[in-house]
């Protein structure tokens, strides 16, 4: 028995003189169909991949075998087709060597990080996907999935076809679209198998800020405040803000503060 293209192994079988296929994940046995010869013995087969048929020496031709012949079996009918006679001559052993062309699919980035980015920007990233086989290669899909996949695009059209000893480049861009990490994956699918290539981003807010320092945060809120008082306007912090401040400060504490300080009416406070 050997294995044909479709998956399945096929086998004559000496008692029916019929040509079988068997399922190798069930064991299920099917006929093709009738071999047309009278067959004596367990007969090697072995199946061609350039050619696409199923070959054999047979032995045949009553207790002593006079007969060989060399042909194929049809693997949808199962009738055997010579192709020479081999007279009276025994074979026991027939292998054709012939290894079918496939495809190999590598990538040269399986898992990327694309770092930490601005909420409003985006950054890209380019993948290559190489066909390293004797077949060539098909890219059926590239889907994104995972938790964030909408804020992920690539540029690649599918179907794809790589020929051997080619290459491939797409470039997925990272667009987000909240705070905080970012994750997806994309789903390749093709006549290799199925591959995932995994993302990840970062999106933050730089907000413009003015530091300011503890000694500055309290005369600044002191000045206006009184001031305020003095001018019966509406106030920017209240008295606890003050003592908030001045209690941050008199701790000994160093740190940097942002505050905004608005005027509601038209003259300047100062």
Not at 57 to 68: D, K, L, V
Not at 201 to 211: C, E, K
Not at 231 to 247: A, C, I, P, Q, W
């Amino acid at each position: 028995m050997d294995f044909a293209e479709d998956g399945f192994l096929y086998g004559p079988g000496i008692i029916s003189d019929k040509l079988y296929r068997i399922d190798p994940n069930t064991a299920t046995t099917t006929e093709v169909g009738d071999l047309g010869i009278n067959i004596n013995s367990g007969q090697d087969v072995s199946y061609d991949f350039d050619s696409h048929q199923l070959y054999t020496i047979t032995c045949s031709g009553g207790f002593f075998w006079s007969e060989s012949k060399f042909g194929t079996y049809d693997l949808t009918t199962g009738a055997f087709t010579e192709i020479q006679d081999m007279g009276g001559d025994q074979y026991a052993v027939f292998v054709i060597t012939n290894t079918p062309s496939m495809p190999v699919y590598a990538i040269d980035i399986d898992n990327y990080d694309f770092g930490v980015i601005d909420l409003a920007a985006t950054a890209t990233q380019d993948f290559t996907i190489s066909n390293t086989g004797d077949a060539d290669l098909v890219i059926n899909s590239m889907t994104l999935s995972g938790t964030n996949a909408a804020e992920f695009t690539h540029n690649a059209a599918m179907p794809l076809t790589i020929a051997p000893g080619n290459s491939h480049t797409f470039t997925v861009t990272f667009d987000p679209a909240g705070l905080g990490w970012r994750y997806a994956q994309i789903d390749i699918a093709s006549n290799d198998g199925n591959h995932t290539v995994t993302l990840k981003g970062a999106a933050t807010s730089n907000i413009p800020t003015i530091p300011v320092s503890n000694w500055a945060i309290i005369l600044g809120v002191a000045l206006i405040y009184f001031r305020k008082i003095k001018h019966k306007e509406r106030l920017v912090s209240d008295l606890t803000d003050f003592k908030n401040l001045s209690g941050l400060f008199l701790s000994g504490l160093s740190a940097i503060n942002t505050f905004t300080l608005t005027n509601y009416r038209i003259n300047i406070l100062l």
